[in-house]
């Protein structure tokens, strides 16, 4: 979806590494989208976990060739900062 379709429309951000992943200020982050959207906030939780560690080489065969594919692309962030994977 293009931003320009939002243009006009009250847009409330929300990125799971930089309001949920942390357990402490997730209830924060969700207060707020509940607010946003004019709802009463209810405490939230979840059972789950990250199954992926951050190191990309314990992860990733072939590190060096999605490095070279990667690189000089809107995704070589991602190699620096495994934890940023939002694209815009």
Same mark, same amino acid.
């Given at each position: 979806?293009?931003?320009?379709?939002?243009?006009?429309?009250?847009?409330h951000? &929300?990125?799971?590494?930089?309001?949920? #992943? /942390?357990?402490?200020?997730?209830?924060?982050a969700?207060? *707020?989208a509940?607010? +946003? %959207?004019?709802?009463?906030?209810?405490?939230?939780s979840?059972?789950?976990?990250?199954?992926?560690?951050?190191? &990309?080489?314990?992860?990733?065969?072939? #590190? /060096?060739?999605?490095?070279?594919?990667?690189?000089?692309? *809107?995704?070589?962030r +991602? %190699?620096?900062?495994?934890?940023?994977v939002?694209?815009?």
């Amino acid at each position: 979806m293009k931003r320009l379709s939002l243009e006009g429309l009250p847009v409330h951000s &929300l990125r799971y590494e930089r309001d949920l #992943l /942390d357990p402490a200020t997730r209830q924060a982050a969700l207060d *707020r989208a509940f607010e +946003f %959207l004019g709802v009463a906030p209810v405490p939230a939780s979840t059972p789950l976990v990250r199954s992926v560690g951050a190191k &990309l080489e314990d992860t990733v065969r072939n #590190l /060096d060739e999605l490095s070279g594919a990667l690189r000089h692309t *809107r995704f070589e962030r +991602f %190699l620096e900062d495994p934890s940023c994977v939002a694209v815009d």
